[in-house]
Structure formats: structure tokens, C-alpha cells
């Protein structure tokens, strides 16, 4: 049972539609702030953030809104975020590189691992949406990441890419993330699937692999 003036998620997730839909950035910038406050980054972004931003793609599918308005409320929380990216202290842990298959544009989930990764003292390296694979090997070889964190809406984005995916393979743990990443392609990748939600993602991603940054067991994967 909620506590008697406890606002709930759905009540938060009420007070930014209010604000962002009705183009009010200043608004949106305190409510957001006020949410991280009251829950914590983790259970914000969980609990409140994501889902809306969920709602308001379904919303603006049906054309309950406009492009205007979810541009606008999509833009005000990835500033939000790109700050809470870079809000705390350079870690010293093992790195992730996480980026989005190309084409892929849907990368607030990916943000949320990295910014959850983070505050667990790994490293992160965020390119992104929509990264070439040249790039992803490029950064790779230059970094010798621990892990890369692939994600995508669509399955055929991480199959298209399989033959990169399986020689990024020999040398990191690759893991697959968002709607695309089912067994089958996972299998095809020579890769691991995220089933979890993305803040949760990063946190069996730190309990699996934060110590070794050896091969993953599939059999052991949420």
C-alpha cells in the first residue's frame, strides 16, 4: 500500500506528461530531478523514466500525439540522461562498450545500462545509436573492452551482422540487448542475451562478469 502522500511511479509518470507533453522544459528538467531524488537513479529509471518513454512512443503510434511533441519529450530526457552519464567519478573497474546495431535509433534503454553500469564502478564506452560495426571492431581493438553490450529493436539488426558480431566474439563477451535479442540470434552471433529490464541488465552484467571479465555462461544468463 502506497504512504499517505507518497507519489507513486504513475503519478510521476503523470507529472512529466504534463509537463513534456505540454512543452514545458523547465518543468519536465524538476520533475525529473525531483523523481531521481525521491527514488534513486536506479528505481527512476526503472520504474518511471523508461516506462514513460514506452508510453509515449505507443501514444504517438496511435497518434494520440504529435512528432512535436514526443521529439520534444524524447529530447528533454536524453539530456537528462547524458548528464547523469557523465555525473559520476572516473571508475577504475572493468569496461563496457555499449552501442546500438546500425539503424538502430532506440537507445534509451542502452543509456540507462551504461549509466547503471557505471554507478557500479565499471567503465563505459557509450557510442550510441546507430554504430557502424567497423566502428564497434575499431573502438574494440583500440579498448579491449571486458564486455560490448549490443542493442536493437529488431532481430534481423543483430543477424545482418552476425559475421561481426562472431570475430568481436573471439576476443570480448559480446551480449545482446531490447527487443531483437532473442536465443536463436543470440546463438547465430555467438552472443548472450539481456532478458532483464536494462537496469537490471547491468546489474547481473557487474554480479557475472565484474570480477573476471572472462567468457560468460549461457547456461547462468536472467
Known amino acids: 500500500m502506497t504512504s499517505p502522500g507518497r507519489t507513486t511511479p504513475r ?3 503523470a507529472r512529466l506528461q ?6 514545458d522544459e523547465t518543468g519536465g528538467h524538476r520533475v525529473l530531478g525531483e523523481v531521481f531524488d525521491r527514488l534513486g537513479i536506479e528505481d527512476a529509471l526503472s520504474l518511471v523514466v523508461l516506462p514513460y518513454l514506452h508510453d509515449v512512443g505507443e501514444r504517438w503510434s496511435t497518434g494520440s500525439i504529435g512528432v512535436g511533441q514526443e521529439h520534444f519529450a524524447s529530447n528533454v530526457i536524453r539530456l537528462r540522461l547524458s548528464v547523469l ?13 555499449l552501442a546500438c ?9 542502452l543509456m540507462a545500462t551504461a549509466i547503471a553500469l557505471s554507478r557500479l564502478g565499471w567503465r563505459t564506452c557509450y ?6 560495426t567497423s566502428e564497434l571492431a575499431h573502438t574494440c581493438r583500440t579498448l579491449a573492452p571486458d564486455v560490448v553490450v549490443l542493442a ?3 532481430t534481423t539488426a543483430f543477424a545482418a551482422q552476425a559475421p561481426a558480431l562472431r570475430r568481436l566474439a573471439e576476443t ?5 540487448a531490447a527487443l531483437g535479442a532473442t536465443e536463436e540470434v543470440a546463438d547465430l552471433c555467438h552472443a548472450t542475451v539481456l532478458h532483464c529490464d536494462p537496469v537490471d541488465a547491468a546489474r547481473w552484467v557487474d554480479a557475472e562478469l565484474g570480477g573476471s571479465g572472462g567468457p560468460v555462461d549461457e547456461s547462468t544468463a536472467v
Do not use: I, K, N
Open 85 to 97: 552519464m557523465g555525473a559520476d567519478e572516473p571508475a577504475d573497474g572493468p569496461l563496457a562498450v
Open 101 to 109: 546495431m546500425p539503424g538502430e535509433r532506440h537507445e534509451f534503454g
Open 11 to 13: 503519478q510521476w509518470r
Open 152 to 154: 536493437a529493436h529488431r
Open 127 to 132: 557510442l550510441g545509436a546507430s554504430t557502424p
Open 172 to 176: 570480448t563477451t559480446v551480449l545482446l
Open 18 to 23: 504534463g509537463t513534456l507533453e505540454a512543452f
